[in-house]
């Protein structure tokens, strides 16, 4: 079945560094991607939004890559910060259907100080 | 910034009880959501609510559970016996435009069932 995975179950950096967390997506009809971010205690809480007629987004301290052709996402943390540790979802979203998101499982990010 | 709130932030039940997880969505949206979480595991999608009425639901949503969207604000999650396999956060969500914004979550209930 289709499914949104995630490479790597945990991820530690250094303050400062940059982060990188990377998501595979395995439906080729999804067009519209999300990344979210999970702190303990918390709901998942929107960071960046990516639709499939784009291959880079930026925010504020974050881009959003995305490449339809290997169905790949990823979201690249700036200047990693202690305030960044968290469990971050992606989320897929499949055209000219349900629209009802599909998460991953998540990828745990330690910022060590 | 307008939020998504829920209520309780926790909730302990018995089995067999029924038990309602109550939401108020952001004002101006139109597409209400309850997906849950066990611990340690992914978000899964219950149940999807638009124009007064379930447009999607999975598997999980069995007919323990109905949604409910009794005034122009609340929206409510029933689950009419629990069961211990019940046990996980419980997250509202809602957005604008489904398929074209994100969804916004609230901080989830935490139901326990004993």
């Known amino acids: 079945g289709e499914s949104v995975g995630l490479h790597l179950p945990t991820l530690s950096v250094q303050e400062g560094d940059n982060s990188i967390i990377n998501c595979a997506y395995s439906?080729?009809?999804?067009?519209?991607f999300i990344w979210y971010k999970q702190e303990s205690g918390k709901g998942p809480q929107f960071i960046i939004d990516i639709r499939s007629n784009m291959d880079k987004r930026q925010g504020q301290r974050v881009t959003v890559l995305l490449n339809k052709t290997v169905k790949h996402l990823s979201l690249q943390i700036a200047a990693t910060q202690p305030g960044d540790s968290a469990v971050y979802f992606c989320a897929e979203i499949p055209s000219g259907g349900s629209y009802i998101p599909t998460f991953g499982r998540g990828t745990s990010l330690i910022v060590h100080p | 910034e307008p939020e998504v709130t829920q209520t309780p932030s926790h909730q302990v039940t018995q089995m067999g009880q029924e038990v309602i997880l109550r939401c108020v969505p952001i004002?101006?949206?139109?597409?209400f959501y309850w997906y849950r979480q066990i611990l340690g595991q992914k978000v899964e999608f219950l149940v999807s609510?638009?124009?007064?009425?379930?447009?999607?639901k999975s598997e999980i949503f069995d007919d323990q559970f109905s949604v409910e969207r009794p005034d122009g604000s609340n929206f409510t999650l029933k689950i009419r016996s629990t069961k211990l396999e019940d046990s996980a956060m419980y997250f509202c969500a809602s957005t604008q435009g489904a398929g074209n914004s994100p969804l916004h979550f609230g901080n989830g209930t935490r139901l326990t069932v004993t």
């Open positions: 439906n080729s009809a999804s067009d519209y």
């Open positions: 004002s101006n949206h139109l597409y």
């Open positions: 609510f638009y124009n007064n009425e379930i447009s999607e």
